[in-house]
């Protein structure tokens, strides 16, 4: 299954988490940078302290929960 393969994105947010994207052929980020999905489904970083913005890669999982966004 690939990206193709689905009509429109999926989004599902997932608690204290990313927001999982299925479907997407492309991300832009808040600069304006247009990254290519290349996977039938990405985690987007929503806590903002991911070292791979705009992608999630777990540090959401070590941040307290209500500390402050930078
Ligand atoms: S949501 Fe996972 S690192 Fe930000």
Same mark, same amino acid.
């Given at each position: 299954m690939s990206a193709g393969d689905f009509d429109h994105p999926d989004v599902v947010l997932v608690p204290?988490? =990313?927001? @999982? @994207?299925r479907g997407a052929e492309s991300v832009q980020d808040t600069d304006g940078t247009v990254h290519r999905v290349e996977r039938p489904v990405v985690a987007l970083c929503r806590c903002e302290k991911s070292s791979r913005m705009p992608w999630c890669d777990g540090t959401h999982k070590v941040i307290p929960r209500?500390? =402050?966004r930078t």
């Amino acid at each position: 299954m690939s990206a193709g393969d689905f009509d429109h994105p999926d989004v599902v947010l997932v608690p204290h988490g =990313p927001m @999982l @994207l299925r479907g997407a052929e492309s991300v832009q980020d808040t600069d304006g940078t247009v990254h290519r999905v290349e996977r039938p489904v990405v985690a987007l970083c929503r806590c903002e302290k991911s070292s791979r913005m705009p992608w999630c890669d777990g540090t959401h999982k070590v941040i307290p929960r209500g500390a =402050p966004r930078t």
